[in-house]
């Protein structure tokens, strides 16, 4: 009887080493926990036999039930040591960092939109433009009244418009997200007063359909020049000088009859544009024309000593044209792929 149980638990101990030898990971560990240590494990049933043995025989059967126990108890401990060790290490050698090397290069680079922006500011600021700069929840009376387009005039329908506050009768009450800078205009004169000589560049929004050439949001820059004795002569001369600026040779351009309600007369100016392998064509770039003497009192400026001209256009565009760029959407990703390009 007795040297049967004797020869089981020995039995027992050799299948317990081997099972241990073959655990790998820590939960096949607890599988080996539950198994050979656990309530129902065979371990559990030896101890309920002790009970069955004679005074005599309980002191050989204890003992060597109790080894038994103690012998899977330590060598699971040992491997549980062994794992949690190895684990532990993995896991030191996959975050490891080097903090005296210097880290993974994920260079920024700047947006294509500000390379045009600042292109155009210098070339502006070098001919003795400021800078101007405005809100884009502005008055619906910067935005639309003050630029010599009313309320009923069917012009505000060419700008489909986000309102933000619509509910005051005053349109110096109510506010919209600008629908182009030329509300910098009207800032301008007003904060100034003439002579005056300005750029403004700046992010606008319409209430729009979108598609891969328009956008709820883009980015626009105004010019604005006021002074004395000032034509169309001016305007030409300007907007020739900018474009062999910024293109960087000679460009062709033309000038076609446009209605603004805030100019007059109003253009409309047509580049001719060549991409290598392709026909070239005009694109028309952008608005332009005489400052209109309502918008010069309209700012507290007398229209009978000063002129103006000012002009348009699409900034956003203009990032496309340079870069070749299809699709505006491109413009608004944060696509690192896509940026470090430039
Ligand atoms: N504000 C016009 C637009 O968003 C562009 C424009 C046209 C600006 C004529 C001007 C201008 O300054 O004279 O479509």
Redesign the pocket.
Known sequence: MLQEFLDQLSDWQTKATAALESVETLEALMSFQSEFLGKKSALQTFLKQIKDFSPEEKRAAGPAVQSLQQFIRDGFATKQSVLETAALEARLAEDWLDTTKSLPRVQGAMHPLSHVQYKIEDIFTRMGFQIADGPEVETEWNNFDALNIPPTHPARD??DTFFVDRQHEDSRQNTVLR????NL?IRSMLEQGAPLRLIAPGR?YRNEELDATHDAVFY?F???VVDEGISMAHLKGTIEKFLEAFFEKPVKFRFRP?Y?P??EP?LEVDIWFEVPGKPGKWLEL????MVHPEVLKNCNIDPDKYSGF????GLTRLAMMTYSIDDLRWLNQPKVDFLSQF
């Open positions: 060419m700008q629908t182009h800078t030329s205009q606008v626009q105004e010019c604005l446009g603004f805030f100019v109003g952008l608005g332009a024309g000012a002009f348009g256009l």
